[in-house]
């Protein structure tokens, strides 16, 4: 008998483990699926003219550029913002900030901010910088409403590169008579780069990705041309492919594909940029 | 002179360090700030009774939040429904299953479909994933609440399986190794010590896949068809419907600054707004308690 229940113990395992593994399999296959299949998509549709042209025929024919390059503008735009604020502020919480209320508060805060709905962040973004600060639809405006959303990502991934630099660096360094900022800035910020590095690209490429923070801040439906400044509205890569997928009839689905493509590259190379980083930081680490 | 300079920077650089660490929090104040400015006066200008009716079409004045609500809730729902088993499966999976090997597969693809653009998954949802409910379901529509929650569910699941996953790799080894030393099968070990000693972070994970799913907007908005119905039978998971998300989404574009609707709209992003804020703060002093209580059973 009890040979019985011991092996019907281990069916019971190995059923649960199968179902365990079918479950994984279920959930990991169709995300290669929908990779695997916008690259075969959209692949017709890339050529030169695509990735380097204007678009015509109401967006119908022609090519993505204006998008392409209001996409790397609001990247750009939003990294000037969130990197020094969002480095400095892991600094403080790894390096100054003792665990008292107002820390934890300040904790609270950065969870908070993750968690805001993105359409939030468009509604914020559009009360102050673009009606109440007057920089209207924009990329400024676009670009500080982003830079907000990201500042949690950044703050997260630094403080935890940050803490992961061992203390004996900074013992070592202060008993040299290095000061507090010398410390941070010779020592531990050289340390924790690689760590930093990774954390600011993965919280841009969500930035890259957005759509509904960029609405009613700074994406414009259909402009032929590059932005000239930073107080123009631009179009960006999410909102075009939301534009074309609904708002355009009879739009070809090549272009359609071309551009979901375009834009998963763009934000997938940032991706794979911060995993070979990390793991190269990895292996250069001594400690 | 070298001294001198070192002075100034020593003054300073904490000082602006000290101001920035400082920042999340009046960034969090001013988005609630700006909230109550523009949405508040929506309680002045539309009765509280019509506010909570059951029917939304600004271009009448009716501006009756409840069939958004009821929205939000059947696709989080269903939502759920799809990523808890999916999401926490693979996160058992993934932490103790899993040979080494796998792990390391499984865990980037995962963080793929986190970083996936949900507008591209919109995309996809209306191409591939709607026709076929249609056809398969044989609906009027593929675009509904159905479609939503099913995008949703997998929009979900990279938050849920990272965070569950960590949990469930933070409890000690030595668990496990008891566990078995007393003669329980893996599986059981699984189920009654390591799942139990990391519910505190699995349940984070799940509140905030919870979050996750409520706030998300360009695919919802894609997918779900749109229509402002009120959603209270089990059918209407087959029928189209509109989250609060969405509506924003949809009609901040195209209203007058300072209009009654613009104000409504404004209400409906406080009421995210401020579901957030208890959901966040929820999942947060959930692990600051399991913490203190780790601190207290280690010392």
Do not use: C
Request: glycine fraction near 8%; avoid cysteine; aromatic fraction near 10%.
């Amino acid at each position: 008998m009890k040979r019985a229940s011991f092996s019907n113990r281990d069916l019971i395992q190995r059923l649960g483990f199968s179902l365990l593994t079918l479950v994984a399999l279920v959930t990991v296959l169709p995300i290669l699926a929908v990779v695997m299949y916008i690259i075969t998509e959209g692949a017709p549709a890339m050529s030169w003219e695509f990735l380097t042209a204007m678009p015509r025929d109401g967006m119908r024919a022609g090519g993505i550029l204006p998008a392409i390059v209001g996409t790397f503008y609001l990247t750009l735009g939003t990294a000037i913002f969130s990197v020094p604020l969002g480095i400095a502020a892991a600094i403080y919480l790894s390096e100054y900030a003792r665990e008292n209320w107002l820390t934890r508060i300040i904790r609270i805060a950065i969870i908070n901010l993750a968690g805001i709905p993105s359409v939030v962040y468009g509604l914020f973004g559009m009360g102050l910088f673009v009606i109440f600060l007057k920089f209207g639809t924009s990329i400024l405006a676009a670009s500080l409403t982003l830079s907000i959303m990201t500042l949690p990502v950044i703050i997260s991934a630094s403080e935890e590169a940050l803490r992961a630099v061992p203390q004996a660096f900074r013992t070592v360094s202060i008993s040299l008579g290095g000061t507090r900022w010398q410390t941070i800035r010779r020592i531990v910020l050289p340390q924790a780069l690689p760590g930093i590095l990774t954390g600011v690209i993965l919280g841009l490429e969500r930035a890259a990705g957005e759509t509904a923070p960029i609405l009613f801040t700074g994406a414009a439906f259909f402009l032929p041309r590059l932005p000239g400044s930073p107080l123009d509205a631009t179009m960006a890569l999410p909102y075009h492919l939301f534009v074309i997928s609904t708002q355009v009839p009879e739009m070809p689905f090549q272009i359609q594909y071309g551009t979901a493509l375009v834009l998963i590259a763009f934000v997938l190379g940032m991706n794979i940029i911060a995993t070979v980083i990390r793991s190269r930081a990895r292996a250069k680490r001594q400690w | 002179m070298e001294p001198k300079k070192l002075n100034w920077q020593e003054f300073f650089i904490p000082r602006l360090i000290k101001a920035s660490g400082y920042s999340a929090i009046l960034f969090v104040a001013l988005i609630f700030f700006f909230l109550l400015r523009e949405g508040l006066p929506a309680l002045g200008e539309v009765k509280l009774g019509d506010l909570f009716s059951e029917r939304w079409y600004p271009i009448e004045s009716h501006f009756g939040v409840l069939p958004l609500i009821t929205g939000s809730l059947i696709i989080t729902v269903g939502a759920m429904l799809v990523a808890l088993p999916f999401g926490i499966g693979t996160a058992i999976f993934m932490a103790e299953v899993a040979p080494r090997w796998m792990r390391e597969i499984l865990k980037p693809l995962v963080e793929l479909l986190g970083g996936l653009p949900s507008v591209v998954l919109g995309f996809l949802g209306i191409l591939v994933l709607s026709p076929f409910l249609r056809v398969f379901l044989d609906l009027p529509t593929g675009l509904t609440a159905l479609a939503g929650a099913l995008l949703l569910g997998g929009i979900a699941v990279p938050t849920i399986v990272s965070i569950a996953e960590d949990a469930l790799d933070a409890v000690p080894y030595s668990y496990r190794e008891a566990a078995w030393a007393m003669g329980a099968t893996r599986w059981q070990t699984i189920w009654r010590v390591t799942l139990p000693a990391a519910r505190s972070g699995v349940l984070t994970a799940v509140m905030l896949g919870i979050g996750r799913t409520i706030g998300e907007t360009m695919a919802v908005m894609m997918v779900t068809g749109n229509a402002p119905v009120l959603a209270l039978a089990l059918t209407s998971i087959f029928h189209p419907v509109r989250t609060m998300t969405a509506t924003i989404a949809a009609e901040m574009g195209e209203v007058a600054s300072g209009s009654v609707h613009y104000h409504v709209l404004f209400f409906i992003g406080l009421v995210l707004f401020i579901i957030s804020l208890i959901v966040n703060v929820a999942a947060s002093s959930v692990v600051f308690k399991s913490k203190k209580r780790a601190e207290r059973v280690l010392s």
